[in-house]
């Protein structure tokens, strides 16, 4: 019975990272962050299924740290697009987008478009992502008047988490 279990329950864990693993946003800078992830699919020809995020952005405080298993962020709406069918707003909560569901198991984390804010004022902004996601090509690392980005990933036990950091 505890095999049957442990399997069980690893099962579960590798739907509850399913979209190719948590996201992980770190803000070691002074400057608040602001962001839109996109997450894709990066073998389907065409750049056709992605989900990009519309509203309302994404803000890590400075200093502050989050990570995200999914689209399910309370609150926010997504631009979902499976094909070359204009793409369809759908909110975080929609049970296409759930964990374990047909788009969170075909996609990976991709982007971030960002902008750095001081006080409420709009600072530097860029993007970073996964250089193999050649649909918008951008760089792993910026650096800005505020700080650097960077965008890696590191798997463990099975699951690839992706880093967004600044500092």
């Known amino acids: 019975m505890k095999k049957l279990l442990t399997i069980a329950g690893l099962l579960f864990l590798s739907f509850a990272y399913a979209q190719g693993g948590p996201l992980v946003v770190n803000n070691y ?26 509203h309302p952005e994404l803000v890590i405080p400075s200093g502050g740290s989050t990570s995200y ?9 997504w631009k979902v697009a499976t094909s070359s069918s ?6 975080g909560s929609h049970p296409s987008l759930a964990l374990g569901g047909v788009i969170s198991l075909n996609t990976k984390w991709v982007i971030s478009q960002f902008q750095f804010y001081k006080s409420g004022t709009a600072l530097s902004s860029g993007a970073v992502g996964n250089t ?15 700080g650097s980005v960077e965008w890696f990933t590191i798997t463990s036990g099975g699951t690839t988490y992706t880093y967004l950091q600044m500092y």
């Open 86 to 91: 204009p793409a369809t707003l759908r909110p």
């Open 132 to 146: 193999n996601y050649t649909c918008d090509p951008v760089p792993n690392v910026t650096t800005t008047p505020q």
């Open 29 to 54: 800078t002074s400057y608040d962050f602001h962001t839109r992830v996109t997450a894709a699919n990066l073998t389907t020809p065409g750049c056709h299924f992605y989900v990009a995020l519309d």
């Open 69 to 77: 298993n999914s689209f399910n962020i309370p609150g926010t709406y």
